[in-house]
């Protein structure tokens, strides 16, 4: 499975992006896809996941409301829409691929591809 992210840059506060993560290989709906960041000196953490088979969607509550994730399984990429954002929305953006069980759905050791990673960042 391969992932290529893609979608960041400069954004002010309050204002809008779209990623999107394209998946090729055996990336298939037998995986969920998920978004990760990480900003600086901080630990990654996960920010929203497309789940496998159903697509239906999970989020962090610090992301909740303002991001929205998404699937096209026909071009086998996710989106993560993101509106609202603030100053520390700024990190890496990256995209993961996993069978993850329901229970680990949130946890970065699940998932098993990354993508290389989207730099977006929030100037105020």
């Known amino acids: 499975v391969q992932l290529q992210a893609s979608g960041g840059g400069l954004v002010q506060a309050g204002g809008s992006l779209r990623l999107s993560c394209a998946a090729s290989?055996?990336?298939?709906?037998?995986?969920?896809i998920a978004w990760f960041r990480q900003a600086p000196g901080k630990e990654r953490e996960f920010v929203a996941g497309t789940w496998r088979t159903t697509g239906n969607t999970y989020y962090a509550d610090s992301v909740k409301g303002r991001f929205a994730a998404s699937r096209d399984n026909a071009k086998n990429t996710v989106y993560l829409q993101m509106n609202s954002l603030k100053l520390e929305d700024t990190a890496v953006y990256y995209c993961?691929?996993?069978?993850?069980?329901?229970?680990?759905?949130?946890?970065?050791?699940?998932?098993?591809?990354w993508g290389q990673g989207t730099l977006v960042t929030v100037s105020s």
């Open positions: 993961a691929a996993g069978r993850v069980i329901m229970s680990t759905r949130r946890d970065r050791s699940a998932y098993n591809y």
């Open positions: 290989g055996r990336a298939d709906s037998s995986y969920s």
